[in-house]
């Protein structure tokens, strides 16, 4: 019954698993020396986590390893995914990449970006800068599992 388990190339998941966070994590923080000034602005303090902002200034090194774990969890997800969806993917690198992303990309809009707007005031242009980015870490980790996976 529990053969399938078997066959997954667990190696290969690791791997994309690890691209993704360091992709995701140097995304992330070249989008934040863009986006600071929503981050600093005293009428969103209360909006942000206390992992994030427990005071004024910089987050402490607890966010940036809960933030790495976070990646390293979600990459595995995606990676798993991938895995099992790749053999219904077009065979093409490129079709592969693209259709896996837009697929990624979909999903995040509905279940985090939407939600998102309704449930918290956000500045929009915060908002729309996290999606650029959503963007750039699916499309650059498409790649990877694509590359890596298969």
Do not use: R
Not at 65 to 93: C, E, N, P, R, W
């Amino acid at each position: 019954m529990m053969d399938w388990i078997k066959n997954i190339k667990f190696s290969k998941i690791l791997w994309a698993t690890l691209s993704y966070a360091i992709i995701a994590t140097v995304l992330h923080q070249i989008e934040s020396i863009f986006t600071m000034n929503f981050y600093l602005l005293e009428s969103y303090f209360g909006t942000w986590s206390k992992f994030m902002m427990s005071k004024a200034g910089p987050p402490e090194p607890i966010f940036y390893i809960l933030s790495m774990l976070f990646s390293l969890i979600s990459g595995f997800l995606i990676a798993s995914v991938y895995y099992f969806l790749k053999d219904h993917l077009t065979q093409d690198y490129w079709k592969k990449v693209i259709s896996f992303s837009l697929l990624l990309f979909i999903i995040s809009i509905v279940t985090f970006t939407l939600p998102c707007i309704l449930l918290f005031h956000l500045p929009i242009g915060l908002v729309l800068s996290w999606i650029l980015t959503s963007i750039f870490i699916y499309f650059f980790g498409s790649m990877v599992f694509v590359k890596i996976i298969g």
